[in-house]
C-alpha cells in the first residue's frame, strides 16, 4: 500500500514539476504581452480598419495611394476623397462615406478601352520580325517598335500581364480584348502601355475613336494594319451635335463630359476610326400625338433633323434620319417623346 | 584557434556550408513564398536575422537556466515554441511603438515568421553545437552570433532567389513550368551549387 503511494508520489513529481515549469511559463509570458499590450499600445483609429475592411483588398494603386490600407489611412487623417476606389466602385464609396459621415460624391464607373483598332495577328502592318523579350516595354525600343505604325498597338500584351482582375483576353486573331464587367478601371493597363493607348472612359459612353495616330492622312493610312487609322480630316468634329471632339495633331479626340453617346461621328468618319458600340442598337425617338403642343423644341434640338412639323402642329420623327441620342427626350416640356 | 578565427568559420559554416535554406532545407516556405520581390525580399532576410538572433540569446538562456536545471531537455521544442513565439510578440509591439518606420519595414514579415522552422531550427541546433576543437559547446555568445549568422545565410540565399525569379519572369518559358515549377527547379541547382561549399576545409 505505502509502496503504491511512494510511485505515485514519484510518478506526480515526473509529471507534475514539468507541467507547472511550462505552464508557468506561458503564464509568465502571457502576463508580460498583456502588459506590454498596455504599455505600449498604438492608438489607431477604429475607422481605419473599418475602411479596410470595406476596401476590395486588391491593392490596386488606381486611388495613387499605396495599397488599400493606405487609402484607409488617408481618408481618416489625410482628408482624402472617398470615391477614389475604382475597382470598389460607387458601392464602396458608399460604404466609407457612412463610416466617415459624410456624403459621397457620385463616382463615374469607367471602363479600359484601347485606342487602336490594330496590333492582332492579320491587321498589323511590321517593319522587322521582333524576336526579343516578350513585352511591349522593350520592344519599343528596339528601332521605335516592330509595326510600321509608331503610334500604334505592338501586339505583345503588357496591357493583360498587368490586368490584375483578368479582365483583357486575346482573341483567335491575336487582338485584346477588354471585358467591362470585370474591368475595374483601376488604370493598370493605362500605364503599363508604353503607346498610351488605353483611356479609361466612362462606362455609359459607347463611342470611341480606336486610333491614336499623330500622323497626317496619307501617313497614317500607309502604316495602319487595320485600314481604319484617325486621318484628322475634322469631319466628325464639325458633325458632333455638341462640339465634343476636338482635332489636335492629326488626332481626333472625345470629350466623354460633353458627349452625349449619340454615335453620329461614328457614321460620318470616312475612315470608320470610331466604333459605336450601340451602333444599330439604339431606339428611335417617337412622338406622342396626344401630348404634342407644336412647341418645336425636339426640332430644335435634334442635331440631324429629323424631326418636322409646324408651330403649334403635330410633329413627327423621320425614322430612318434619327440616330437615337434621346436629345429630344431631354428638352420635351411634356415629355411626349419616347424610344422605341 | 583564435576566437576570431572561432568567429570565422562559424561564420563560412553558417552562411555557406550549412546554409539553413540549402543544406538544411529549414525555412523553406519564406524562402519560396517572398522571393518573388527583391524588394520584400530584403524586408523578410532583416526580420529573420534579427528574429533568430533574438531567439539565440532567449532560448540559450532558457535551455540553460530551465531545461538542463531541471532534467526537461525532452520539452525543448514546445518550450523553445513558447519563448520565440512570445518574444516575436513582444518585440513587435515594442517597435510598433518606439520605432514606427522599423514597423512598417518588418512588421509585415515578424508574424510570418513567429514559429517558422528555421528560427526553431537555430535554436534547437545551437543546444548540440560544439565549436571547431569538437568538445567545447557554444557559450551565450556563441549562440546569439551563430543564429546571426544563420540569419546572413538565409538573407543571402533569399536575395539571390529573388533576383533570379526576377530575370525568370522576363523569360519566355512553357506554360507548365512558369511561376512555382521553375522556382522549385531553381531552389534545387542551387542547393547542388552550394553543395560544393562542403569540399571546403576550414
Not at chain 1, 102 to 121: L, P, R, T
Not at chain 1, 142 to 154: F, I, K, R, T
Not at chain 1, 215 to 230: L, Q
Request: one cysteine or more; charged letters at 15%.
Amino acid at each position: 500500500m505505502s509502496l503504491i503511494i511512494l510511485e505515485s508520489t514519484a510518478l506526480l513529481g515526473t509529471i507534475g514539476i514539468p507541467v507547472l515549469i511550462i505552464g508557468a511559463l506561458g503564464l509568465i509570458f502571457g502576463l508580460v504581452l498583456a502588459i506590454a499590450s498596455k504599455v505600449f499600445e498604438v492608438k489607431i483609429d477604429p475607422r481605419v480598419e473599418d475602411i479596410i475592411s470595406v476596401l476590395p483588398g486588391a491593392n490596386c494603386g488606381a486611388c495613387g495611394l499605396a495599397g488599400c490600407a493606405g487609402y484607409a489611412d488617408q481618408i481618416v487623417h489625410g482628408g482624402e476623397a472617398v470615391n477614389k476606389c475604382a475597382p470598389g466602385g460607387a458601392a464602396t464609396a458608399a460604404l466609407i462615406a457612412n463610416i466617415m459621415g459624410v456624403s459621397a460624391d457620385a463616382m463615374q464607373q469607367k471602363v479600359a478601352v484601347i485606342h487602336c483598332s490594330s496590333g492582332g495577328h492579320d491587321n498589323t502592318k511590321w517593319k522587322y520580325n521582333y524576336e526579343g523579350v516578350n513585352s511591349c516595354k522593350a520592344a519599343v525600343n528596339v528601332a521605335g517598335g516592330p509595326n510600321s505604325c509608331p503610334w500604334g498597338c505592338l501586339g505583345l500584351n503588357d496591357c493583360q500581364a498587368a490586368c490584375a482582375f483578368d479582365a483583357i483576353s486575346v482573341d483567335a486573331n491575336g487582338m485584346r480584348v477588354i471585358d467591362f464587367d470585370k474591368c475595374t478601371a483601376c488604370g493598370a493597363c493605362v500605364k503599363a502601355c508604353p503607346r498610351g493607348l488605353i483611356q479609361l472612359v466612362p462606362i455609359n459612353r459607347n463611342v470611341y475613336i480606336k486610333c491614336s495616330s499623330k500622323d497626317k492622312g496619307p501617313e497614317a493610312k500607309s502604316v495602319c494594319g487595320s485600314t481604319h487609322p484617325c486621318i484628322g480630316c475634322g469631319i466628325c468634329s464639325r458633325k458632333c451635335p455638341v462640339q465634343a471632339i476636338t482635332i489636335t495633331d492629326n488626332l481626333a479626340r472625345i470629350d466623354y463630359d460633353k458627349c452625349i453617346n449619340c454615335g453620329l461621328c461614328a457614321t460620318v468618319c470616312p475612315t470608320k476610326a470610331i466604333q459605336d458600340l450601340l451602333a444599330g442598337c439604339r431606339k428611335k425617338a417617337e412622338i406622342d400625338p396626344e401630348s404634342c403642343i407644336g412647341c418645336t423644341i425636339c426640332a430644335k434640338v435634334c442635331p440631324v433633323s429629323a424631326i418636322s412639323g409646324e408651330v403649334k402642329q403635330l410633329h413627327v420623327v423621320d425614322k430612318d434620319v434619327c440616330i437615337g441620342c434621346e436629345r429630344c427626350v431631354a428638352k420635351c416640356p411634356k415629355k411626349a417623346i419616347e424610344m422605341v | 584557434m583564435s576566437y576570431l578565427g572561432e568567429l570565422f568559420v562559424m561564420a563560412m559554416t553558417a552562411i555557406f556550408i550549412q546554409n539553413f535554406v540549402l543544406s538544411r532545407f529549414l525555412g523553406l516556405c519564406p524562402y519560396l513564398g517572398v522571393s518573388k520581390k527583391l524588394d520584400s525580399a530584403i524586408g523578410m532576410g532583416m526580420a529573420v536575422i534579427f528574429v533568430m538572433t533574438m531567439a539565440s540569446a532567449f532560448t540559450f538562456l532558457i535551455n540553460k537556466y530551465l531545461l538542463l536545471r531541471f532534467d526537461m531537455v525532452y520539452l525543448q521544442t514546445i518550450a523553445f515554441i513558447l519563448t520565440i513565439a512570445a518574444l516575436v510578440q513582444f518585440v513587435e509591439m515594442v517597435i510598433q511603438k518606439n520605432a514606427p518606420a522599423l514597423y512598417k519595414s518588418l512588421g509585415v514579415y515578424l508574424p510570418l515568421i513567429t514559429t517558422n522552422c528555421a528560427v526553431l531550427g537555430v535554436a534547437i541546433l545551437n543546444t548540440g553545437a560544439l565549436r571547431s576543437d569538437g568538445v567545447t559547446p557554444y557559450n551565450f555568445l556563441d549562440s546569439v552570433l551563430n543564429g546571426f549568422f544563420s540569419g546572413v545565410g538565409f538573407t543571402v540565399v533569399l536575395l539571390a532567389m529573388a533576383g533570379l525569379r526576377m530575370r525568370l519572369d522576363m523569360v519566355d518559358m512553357p506554360r507548365s513550368m512558369k511561376g512555382m515549377p521553375i522556382a522549385l527547379i531553381l531552389a534545387g541547382i542551387m542547393a547542388l551549387a552550394f553543395y560544393g561549399f562542403m569540399g571546403f576545409k576550414i
